[in-house]
């Protein structure tokens, strides 16, 4: 699952209704917000909250509140009256400080409950138990982290992930946005400090496969509309969509469209399936037979007989061949999402800049 973050700090606005029903509409499912960031005043929480839970109710999301202590307060609510907080359309809390295990345990048979992944022990795990807290409804949250060089070294998240499996958590982590960044830092949200001022898709998908994340949240208010656009040709097509430069204008009807990886996966090239098949008949005199860089945009010509028309995407260093027009550039924060491409991924190339 994806979800997003809406942040409690300014009074509702058209603008962040209009941004939630667009996330909803994409195919974000869920919605992280949060009662106890220190920038906030804790007192206009409740009044911009109701709205929040109207339209999560409306799009029918699933909103998760990060609290500490007795932050639920500040909503008119109480753990020790978890009916109410089911009622209200609260989804699930994610629990940080000042929250007892016993509590957490009796709060998990009523409604979906978030621990930090990070510090949780094996010894909280044995309590929890002896509490008989449901684990169907515990979710392991690890936090993002605003200030640079402080996000999560990833040997360690995948070691302690791989634990949290081992208990059966679902584990939940933060992709950085990419167009409103949070305050007071503006540095972006990750949990990884390796996917910081990364590509959300990129960091998403890293999560997801690298690491055994189950769902993952973008951590900052905001996505461009170049990140959405990404967002909607994966979540609704299955697609990954590359965007490339430096494609002139004759090279745009073999490059700007849906392609198909080879079902048998190349070290250094993904290839093109139908290619060849479909530019069989076309004339394609060698031009611009330069240096192969990662991302390279390639189309093999006349030389290369059987082989003319297949284009190819550039995984690693190749050097300059006669038979191999390089014909675009993938930009180089979408490179990292070539990693992704696997046998039969359909990506889809999109021309950013323009050419002659």
């Excluded at 109710?57 to 699933?62: F, M």
């Excluded at 500490?68 to 629990?95: F, N, Q, T």
């Excluded at 929890?128 to 040997?155: C, I, Q, S, V």
Aim: aromatic letters at 8%.
């Amino acid at each position: 699952m994806f979800g997003f973050s809406v942040y409690l700090n300014e009074d509702w606005s058209h603008e962040q209704e209009n941004y939630i029903s667009k996330m909803a509409d994409i195919g974000f499912e869920g919605i992280f917000t949060s009662l106890h960031i220190p920038e906030d005043d804790a007192s206009k929480y409740r009044e911009r909250l109701m709205p929040l839970l109207s339209i999560v109710k409306r799009k029918h999301l699933k909103l998760m509140i990060d609290i500490s202590g007795d932050a639920l307060k500040h909503i008119g609510l109480s753990i020790d009256c978890p009916e109410e907080i089911v009622e209200s359309g609260i989804y699930g809390l994610r629990m940080d400080d000042g929250i007892g295990l016993e509590a957490i345990a009796n709060l998990s048979n009523y409604l979906t409950v978030g621990l930090n992944a990070s510090t949780l022990t094996e010894q909280d795990y044995i309590q929890l138990e002896k509490y008989h807290a449901n684990f169907n409804r515990m979710e392991a949250w690890h936090n993002y982290y605003p200030r640079p060089e402080t996000g999560l070294d990833e040997t360690w998240f995948r070691k302690k992930n791989e634990w949290l499996k081992c208990k059966r958590f679902n584990i939940v982590a933060f992709a950085p946005g990419d167009k409103i960044l949070r305050s007071p830092l503006y540095e972006t949200l990750p949990t990884l400090e390796i996917h910081r001022h990364q590509q959300p898709l990129t960091s998403s998908l890293s999560l997801q496969s690298d690491y055994i994340v189950d769902h993952v949240y973008i951590g900052d208010p905001g996505l461009s509309d170049e990140a959405c656009s990404q967002f909607i040709h994966y979540l609704r097509q299955d697609v990954l969509l590359l965007h490339a430069a430096n494609i002139k204008k004759k090279w745009r009807p073999y490059i700007c469209k849906e392609h198909h990886s080879r079902m048998d996966v190349a070290k250094a090239v993904i290839r093109s399936e139908q290619s060849r098949v479909l530019n069989k008949n076309e004339d394609i005199p060698p031009e611009n037979t330069v240096n192969r860089r990662r991302g390279s945009i390639t189309i093999d010509n006349n030389r290369y007989k059987r082989y003319k028309g297949e284009l190819q995407l550039i995984k690693q260093e190749l050097p300059p061949d006669e038979k191999v027009n390089v014909v675009g550039q993938i930009t180089d924060k979408d490179l990292p999402l070539l990693d992704f491409i696997h046998a039969g991924t359909k990506f889809k190339i999109v021309d950013t800049q323009g050419g002659a």
